[in-house]
């Protein structure tokens, strides 16, 4: 079993996040979901940009690093979108993290990383907040810091795909990007 510590999309902690978690549950991982926005949720990304700034950077990441004191240090970070964001904001303070999985978004690798630390990237191609030349970059920075990096693009879809309650909802990537995420966990829990 991983632990694992999932941050919610700008949209907020919502069901998508609570379906994730509870995926992860039923595959016998322990999952938290922090709520960085204290209850509030947006029904656009135009919104929650908005919702974004008004609570604020510093404060999404301090309510990130509350959480994540509550965890054993190897817990897996991972992320939807912009917790893919706070996942680069945290993860230079975390580098006991047993691996890192990155949904609809990437983050930044911390020049501290461990070497060979498992990391999974699952992205629609193209995505506009995690461009193609970005992936490109980001996996050619991964080479260089030896991350142990799966990256996986799903062609022709939105950006947030696995989100039932948005019109990017692609069902077959969707399903497709859960199975290689518990996969991945599962191989994680294995080594821990």
């Excluded at 990130?64 to 680069?88: E, I, N, P, Y």
């Excluded at 890192?100 to 990237?121: C, E, F």
């Excluded at 990096?149 to 969707?174: K, Q, S, V």
């Amino acid at each position: 079993m991983a632990t694992i510590v999932l941050f919610h999309s700008v949209l907020g902690l919502r069901a998508v996040e609570q379906q994730a978690a509870e995926r992860m549950r039923g595959a016998g991982h322990d999952v938290v979901t922090p709520d960085l926005y204290a209850g509030l949720t947006a029904p656009s990304v135009d919104e929650g940009l908005d919702l974004m700034g008004k609570v604020g950077w510093e404060i999404i990441c301090g309510r990130a690093r509350a959480a994540l004191l509550q965890t054993s240090r190897d817990a897996v970070l991972a992320g939807h979108s912009m917790g893919a964001g706070v996942v680069s904001a945290v993860w230079p303070e975390r580098i006991a993290a047993a691996g890192v999985v990155l949904l609809h978004g990437l983050a930044d690798i911390p020049t501290n990383v461990r070497r060979h630390i498992p990391v999974a990237v699952h992205v629609a191609d193209p995505d506009a907040f995690a461009l193609p030349e970005q992936v490109a970059g980001w996996s050619a920075a991964a080479k260089r810091s030896q991350v142990k990096a799966e990256i996986f693009t799903y062609p022709g879809i939105g950006h947030f795909y696995t989100d039932r309650a948005l019109p990017d909802y692609n069902a077959p990537a969707a399903e497709l990007t859960w199975s290689r995420v518990l996969a991945f966990l599962e191989t994680i829990a294995r080594k821990t």
